[in-house]
């Protein structure tokens, strides 16, 4: 393809198809399965958002860990945990309490954050069923190797 800079030159670059590469076919799959799991959620009559779903799953069996160990398990960075975070309080899902540094806080699952967690997994494990739809259980792992070597080198 042949570009005009407006000049007497002009530059050429290769042929790339956005809607074709691997790097967009993951980051719409993923954008996709995330809004339709969210009207999923709604159709159910539950106002939870995907990220806070991810959070609870974190926090579930833990006996309150960090908000930077948070970040790790959910690939969150610090400001949006804390946004998602304040959500999840306000809403009674989670509860803060301060750790053994004075500067930082455990953040533990509330009753009804387990409770509403639980009824929310089927909904998600339903979904992903349905979106790998017949793919064996042996393509199923090679996609999630695939995934996370992908995660790993980026």
Do not use: W
Not at 77 to 98: A, F, H, P, V
Request: proline fraction near 1%.
């Amino acid at each position: 393809m042949y570009y005009n800079t407006g000049r007497n030159e002009g530059f050429r670059i290769n042929q790339f198809d956005l809607h074709s590469s691997l790097g967009f076919l993951l980051v719409n799959t993923a954008f996709q399965a995330k809004q339709n799991l969210t009207t999923l959620f709604q159709k159910e009559g539950f106002e939870t958002t995907i990220d806070q779903f991810v959070v609870m799953g974190a926090l579930m069996g833990q006996n309150g860990i960090t908000q930077k160990q948070i970040c790790q398990i959910c690939c969150k960075n610090d400001s949006n945990l804390t946004r998602i975070l304040n959500g999840m309080e306000s809403k009674g899902l989670i509860y803060r309490q301060k750790g053994k540094d004075a500067r930082s806080r455990n953040v533990y699952i509330s009753d009804k954050g387990q409770v509403l967690y639980i009824a929310l997994a089927p909904i998600a494990e339903r979904y992903m069923n349905q979106a790998l739809g017949d793919l064996s259980d042996e393509e199923r792992g090679v996609l999630a190797k695939i995934l996370l070597h992908i995660r790993d080198k980026i």
